[in-house]
């Protein structure tokens, strides 16, 4: 009895996502750092974090799109964009939080706009959400003229540049929002319905869920994490640049599947998100360091983004099987 107790609980800790996934970083990350031993230095490290913040930040929305059964392809743009706009009322004159408010704004109703049109006029998300990424695209670069939007404040440059005990404001900050809204999901019954509404949309409203009204919020809020992804990256890098996110929604969707969610919804944490924007990046810096050529570095993600999928379908099926079988 002792032993079934003991391998059911095993079994329980391994079916757990996230410590698949800190385990595959653990090991990975040993076996990259004996290949190549720059990859464990700190300054590497240090630079790997830095550079999720993005997508990440991007994620925490996105994991509870996906989780309702819902995504947004438009995050790329989104974040370019409301990045221009900051960058640009900034350059003009405006001071620096008046620029990031405005920039944020703008991502809410990019949110409202999409969130609307699936909710309520029950448009396709997918479709929709390709067309406005597109839309942004085109008003991005008919705002800066084609090209990167200079001349940012000192203030504003500090916001992706500065530093606490050495690391970057952008790392605190990513992590301070994975850290509540991780509890808010976990613990909070209002959180916890996004789940219920990617199960099974009806009978969450037979339930009493405003269902539309919980997707607008969620869209808005997946803009307004790409938003803000939008003005720390500009930031950081002082300008403003109007080639940015052209694959951020693939990555960040693949992040998001790797760590567990699902696209047919009912499923994803905010840390396996996350964990799973690491573990690209340590794919892709381990890559990098090994010198392989980018484009088996895009191939290599594709494949990892189709295991992904086939996993979470063959966990569907044999959930199903399961399921007519008790019956």
């Known amino acids: 009895m002792e032993n079934e107790i003991q391998k059911g609980s095993w079994k329980k800790i391994f079916a ?3 410590i698949i996934l800190i385990l595959v970083l653990l090991i990975g990350g040993i076996i990259v750092s004996i290949i190549t031993p720059v990859f464990a230095t700190s300054t590497n490290i240090l630079a790997m974090i830095m550079s999720i913040t993005v997508n990440g930040l991007i994620a925490v929305g996105m994991v509870m799109l996906l989780a309702a059964g819902e995504m947004d392809l438009s995050v790329g743009m989104t974040m370019a964009y409301v990045g221009v706009v900051a960058a640009y009322l900034n350059a003009h004159g405006l001071s620096t939080a008046l620029s990031v408010i405005i920039g944020l704004l703008v991502a809410l109703l990019i949110g409202f706009i999409n969130g609307y049109l699936v909710a309520k006029v029950k448009l396709n998300a997918f479709i929709t959400t390709l067309g406005m990424n597109c839309a942004l695209e085109g008003l991005m670069l008919v705002m800066a003229n084609g090209r990167s939007v200079t001349g940012i404040t000192n203030l504003f440059k500090k916001l992706g540049q500065g530093t606490l005990f050495g690391i970057q404001y952008p790392v605190y900050i990513l992590f301070i929002i994975v850290i509540v809204f991780d509890l808010l999901l976990r613990n909070t019954r209002r959180f916890r319905e996004i789940y219920f509404i990617g199960s099974n949309a009806s009978a969450a409203r037979l339930n009493g869920i405003n269902v539309s009204r919980v997707k607008i919020c969620l869209f808005c809020f997946c ?17 403003a ?5 052209s694959s951020t929604a693939m990555d960040v969707i693949t992040a998001c599947i790797i760590g567990g969610a699902s696209l047919n919804g009912g499923k994803g944490t905010v840390w396996g998100a996350v964990l799973g924007s690491l573990f690209l990046a340590m794919l892709s810096t381990a890559l990098n360091l090994l010198s392989v050529n980018i484009y088996w570095q895009n191939f290599a993600t594709g494949v990892i983004l189709i295991a992904a999928i086939l996993m979470d379908a063959i966990s569907e099926r044999r959930k ?3 399921e007519v079988i008790s019956l």
């Open 241 to 245: 640049s109007v080639t940015l996110g």
């Open 223 to 239: 803009s307004l994490c790409a938003g803000l992804a939008g003005v720390l990256i500009t930031a950081r890098f002082g300008t």
């Open 320 to 322: 199903g099987v399961g």
């Open 16 to 18: 757990s996502r996230e």
